[in-house]
Every structure is written in C-alpha cells, then in structure tokens.
Nanobody
C-alpha cells in the first residue's frame, strides 16, 4: 500500500554532513507523521527525529538535537534528514517510517523503508 525508499547514506568522516531522503509511493494521507530511526550493531533501534504532516512541528532525540534537522516536502511525498557534525557514534542503519499517529516509539509506525547505511569514521 505504501512504500518508502531511503537514499543518501554513505561513508563520511567525523565532522562531516549527510542528507538522507525518504520517498514515499502509494497511498499517503495528510495526517501521516514521518520519522527517522536508527539501529547500530548490537544496539536497540532508537528514535532519531520526527515531523508532523504540516512540517511545523519537529521532534529530536537528545543525542542529535542541534545537529540534525528533519523536514518534509508533501508535494514530493519526501522526508529529509540533514545530518551535520557527524560523530562515529552516529554510525547505524537509518530507517524512515510513517504512520497516522506521531510517536517516538518504532512500534507505532506502520510503514518502514529498507534502511540506508551511514558510517562515520574517526
């Protein structure tokens, strides 16, 4: 029904920047919230950022606040994650997700992308 495809991941040195994109296809609705999560090896999947449908409300994990920016372009059905001042501990597979209700919990999101690898070297 809904497919999400992430892009923009890769290898970057500490202090560098990456911009992740997540394009949605299929049925989308205006009340859908969009979020980013990440999972590092041996770690639980954790919340990174979320944005409301309007783009007016954004939410960030404390670990990325001030460094990452989430935004969305509803005309393109795309959500972005601008990542600045990257640290080695940001290394993880990053997933975008969407659901009808905003949440910091992964279980509350209905549709997920396949993930994109972000690797930050020292």
């Amino acid at each position: 029904q809904v497919q999400l495809v992430e892009s923009g991941g890769g290898l970057v040195q500490a202090g560098g920047s990456l911009r992740l994109s997540c394009a949605a296809s299929g049925r989308t609705v205006r009340w859908n919230a969009m979020g980013w999560f990440r999972q590092a090896p041996g770690k639980e999947r954790e919340f990174v950022a979320a944005v409301s449908w309007s783009g007016g409300n954004t939410y960030y994990a404390d670990s990325v606040k001030g460094r990452f920016t989430i935004s969305r372009d509803n005309a393109k059905n795309t959500v972005y994650l601008q990542m600045n001042s990257l640290k080695p501990e940001d290394t993880a597979v990053y997933y975008c997700a969407t659901g009808s209700t905003w949440s910091t919990r992964s279980v509350d999101y209905e549709y997920w992308g396949q993930g994109t690898q972000v690797t930050v070297s020292s």
